[in-house]
């Protein structure tokens, strides 16, 4: 089964130095679901497609190889929007913008059991797991593509938290979770390296430019 997900647009009116102010790691989710807007471009800003053709995509990867991929949980009734998406573990094809039914189901429990039992990771409705496939990598670059892998890794993490923050949503970028529970919920042989849970926040307070005064001196030192 695969689902085209609705093409990317702009969304959010925030701009990116709001977006960096008001950005952090949010562990409390509210019982409600993302729209498949949401869900389009919080997918799409992690490793998706920047040019009507060609391989360009929202994150700078070292010699173009791109050795993400991305899976995403849904859990029943967690996305809301002009066609149902039945719960189940999803591959995302960047190429289409779709995702691809690896597993019918709500596995956000097993998931988060995965996680060493972070019980706000089968809060969330959706999560996405970014996973990597070195060889893309390492053929050409050798060990020091294992570095450039994880240098990908954390470009793409940071757009997820721009872009989840954006939209009034809230992330946390999970890196605790034992390996091969998690590659054998994929069924992959990609190596997990990132789980980011993504909600609707609670109990946010609003950040102002204006209270960093107090903290930063205008005054030049020499």
Known sequence: MKIRLPPPRKMSSMGLEDALLQRRSVRSFINTPLTLDELSLVIWSAGGAVEKSGNKR????????????????????????????????????????????LKKGDYRKQLALASLGQEFISDAPVSLVIAANYARTTSRYGDRGYRYVHFEVGHSGQNLY?????????????????????????????????????????????????????????????
């Open 58 to 101: 929202t994150t700078p990867s070292a010699g173009a190889t791109y050795p993400l991929n991305y899976y995403c949980f849904i859990g029943e009734d967690s996305v809301v929007g002009s066609s149902e998406i039945p719960a189940g573990i999803y591959k995302y094809i960047w190429e289409e913008h779709s995702l691809y039914l």
């Open 162 to 222: 721009l872009i989840a923050t954006a939209l009034g949503l809230g992330t946390v970028a999970v890196g605790a979770f034992r390996d091969e529970q998690v590659k054998k919920l994929l069924e992959t042989e990609d190596s997990p390296l990132y789980i980011f849970p993504i909600g609707r926040a609670k109990n946010l307070v609003m950040r102002r430019f204006e209270d960093l005064a107090g903290r930063f001196s205008s005054e030049v030192k020499t």
